[in-house]
């Protein structure tokens, strides 16, 4: 459902006549929420807990992966806080049988759920996919990756406990719990997306606090070769290596990219139309993939992305240069090609005797980036006809192209004319790939403190994505911010690991959870501060033109047209109620008390900033009111621990602090 669709147009309204407007704006347009879904189970009339008391252990394999291993501990964890019982743990090499009386909870992939046969497979589930099945008196939880069996566990800690996570430390699980009734469980989920992650700073770790997210995704073992997950191409054939003039044995100039003042930090994927030295770089290639698969049996996803930061040109040597025009100026053609081929080679060697120990299902992702965008295709804008050039630029399976689209406005529909270039770009690269990834963008990165409305349109977004058979969705907020995240950053990260499951959620029920929850007692009027942000990001849509549109995560938004000084005095009041309101909470919960008076004091921080921004030099507002929002800015930012304040190239914080202090 989308939210704020209904959107009247002021044509002669002043920005003072909006803030009065808004006055009376205490609710979403769209009326209240409906009740959460959930799938009903037949009982079958036994307990998992009963009464306070329990029989059941845990088993896990004697080999668990680490995934599974934090399986364990959570079931264990949040069902201790909720029934104040702590459960047994126990290997399968400990367990001879498991009979029809057997009381245990099986975690992921044991030796009894490969002998009842639950354990799923890729092809059933799909990567991030899991089975929950009760046989007998056991409940088994296995993923078709050990990484699906850690969403399986939180899923059943839904089901059981109404386990739900929001935020770093915020959580709900219900309490005094006494009965946990045994339910026919026969879920086999198929996750709209093999792979789903929301990137923020403080959530770049694969085991932070971001695994906690009910139902939601994480990153799977990839990329080890450079240590993150992209922009990896050169680790594969690094400079240090292989251009080195005095190890002639090891020296392979042709296969980075040269230009006029100097070498480039990239690949050439033509290898200058050297064959020899081309078909050295895809056995080169191979052999770094080889090594890592062997030292990892759970690794099947590698990124082969361009270098960051050197990305405004592209090889222009003959080869490079008569591949892209060849295929229609789109200088991704010579990636294409390149990773086919070295597909084919890693396929053939897994049919070798030396390769069939790590044969498995592998993908590897490059971005579509920058000068790599244009899918090497023929496209007709009149008829919105797809065609082929020829054949070799389809990309094997294996193979998955990664749109990363900065052009696109993301306050805007995938289906707006200003996206139209970006929705015809997905459909190009749908047309020559199985898979295909999407790298969406969802903050400001030239002002990591102002905040992005890109809540209209998310979940349109996300159902477009899984109609296109997208495999892999990266949503990128601000990775460089290592400590708390304005702009309502800690929402749509819990969005989009509900989107990421499930792209028909009820958004403005998972909305309205998430302010309950989180905000405690200041949620009405946090609440009505993110509905009036969204109505005034509407209206500054349809009257501005430099407020939203392509490339939007680059915009100046700090300028009064966009937001009145009558209106951000509204909502910096809107923030200190909600603080006024949360005291209530001090003495029943002074943890839950203090998450919620951080997360307040967090959003309190993009208001008072665009105060400053806009209006810190204003003489006729009394200073009186500029040093209460210095003082409040500069006290948020110490209390959170705020670092960054853009990226590309990163701006620390520090220069806003000084000017705070003055």
Not at 15 to 28: D, K, R, Y
Not at 442 to 452: E, I
Request: include cysteine; aromatic fraction near 16%.
């Amino acid at each position: 459902m989308k939210l704020f669709r209904k959107f009247i147009v002021f044509a002669l309204v002043s920005l003072f006549s909006v803030s009065t407007l808004l006055s009376g704006c205490n609710s979403t347009p769209e009326g209240p929420t409906t009740p959460e879904e959930k799938p009903l189970f037949e009982s079958t009339g036994n307990y998992i807990f009963k009464n306070g008391l329990t029989d059941y252990r845990i088993i896990y394999p004697a080999d668990a992966s680490s995934d599974e291993t934090v399986a364990v501990e959570e079931i264990k964890f949040i069902l201790s806080e909720a029934t104040n019982v702590e459960l047994e743990t126990v290997s399968d090499a400990e367990i001879q049988t498991v009979e029809s009386q057997s009381k245990y909870i099986l975690i992921g992939d044991n030796k009894f759920a490969v002998e009842k046969n639950v354990v799923p497979t890729s092809e059933q589930v799909n990567l991030s996919g899991y089975v929950i099945k009760t046989i007998d008196n056991c409940v088994y939880i296995v993923g078709a990756t050990s990484t699906a069996t850690l969403f399986g566990a939180y899923k059943f800690l839904e089901y059981t406990v109404n386990y739900d996570y929001f935020f770093t430390d915020i959580y709900h699980v219900d309490q005094d719990v006494l009965d946990i009734p045994l339910m026919k469980y026969d879920v086999n989920f198929k996750s709209p997306f093999d792979y789903s992650m929301i990137r923020y700073g403080a959530h770049s770790d694969a085991h932070s606090q971001v695994t906690k997210y009910s139902t939601s995704k994480r990153p799977f073992d990839y990329d080890p070769i450079s240590g993150f997950g992209g922009h990896s191409s050169m680790s594969y054939l690094p400079q240090s290596k292989y251009f080195n003039e005095n190890d002639p044995e090891n020296y392979h100039p042709k296969w980075y990219m040269q230009e006029e003042d100097g070498l480039c930090n990239q690949l050439c994927y033509t290898a200058r139309g050297d064959q020899a030295e081309y078909d050295l770089m895809i056995k080169a290639s191979a052999e770094t993939i080889f090594n890592a698969m062997r030292k990892n049996p759970n690794l099947y996803m590698f990124d082969f992305s361009m270098t960051d930061g050197a990305f405004e040109t592209w090889c222009h040597c003959d080869k490079c240069t008569e591949v892209t025009n060849y295929y229609g100026g789109a200088t991704s053609a010579a990636v294409v090609l390149f990773l086919n081929d070295l597909t084919d080679y890693i396929n053939e060697y897994f049919e070798s005797d030396q390769g069939k120990d790590i044969k498995r299902e592998y993908y590897i992702f490059f971005y579509a980036y920058f000068s790599l965008v244009k899918a090497p295709v023929n496209y007709n804008a009149e008829t919105g006809e797809i065609t082929l050039i020829d054949d070799k630029v389809i990309c094997n399976k294996e193979v998955v192209p990664e749109l990363a689209d900065l052009g696109m406005d993301y306050t805007q529909s995938i289906y707006a004319e200003v996206n139209k270039e970006t929705y015809e770009r997905y459909l190009c690269w749908e047309f020559i790939a199985q898979k295909i990834g999407a790298y969406v963008y969802s903050c400001v990165y030239n002002d990591y403190l102002v905040p992005l409305d890109d809540f209209n349109d998310m979940q349109e977004l996300y159902q477009f994505l899984k109609s296109i058979n997208v495999m892999s969705v990266f949503n990128l907020g601000n990775g460089a911010e290592k400590s708390f995240h304005t702009g309502w950053a800690a929402l749509r990260t819990y969005l989009v690991s509900k989107l990421s499951n499930d792209v028909d959620i009820d958004m403005n029920f998972y909305i309205q959870k998430f302010f309950d929850n989180v905000y405690l007692d200041g949620s009405e009027k946090m609440k009505q501060l993110f509905d009036e942000f969204r109505f005034v990001g509407e209206y500054n849509t349809a009257n501005f033109s430099d407020y939203s549109g392509r490339s939007v995560c680059y915009n100046d938004f700090t300028k009064e047209i966009f937001f009145s000084k009558q209106l951000l005095t509204r909502w910096r009041n809107l923030c200190n109620e909600a603080l006024a309101e949360v005291v209530k909470n001090q003495e029943n919960d002074p943890s839950q008390y203090r998450n919620a008076y951080n997360m307040i004091c967090g959003e309190r921080v993009w208001v008072n900033y665009l105060f400053f921004n806009i209006y810190g030099n204003d003489s006729s507002i009394p200073e009186q009111t500029h040093k209460a929002i210095k003082s409040e800015l500069l006290s948020d930012i110490e209390r959170l621990g705020i670092t960054t304040r853009q990226e590309g190239p990163v701006v620390s914080i520090d220069g806003l602090v000084d000017l705070l202090k003055r």
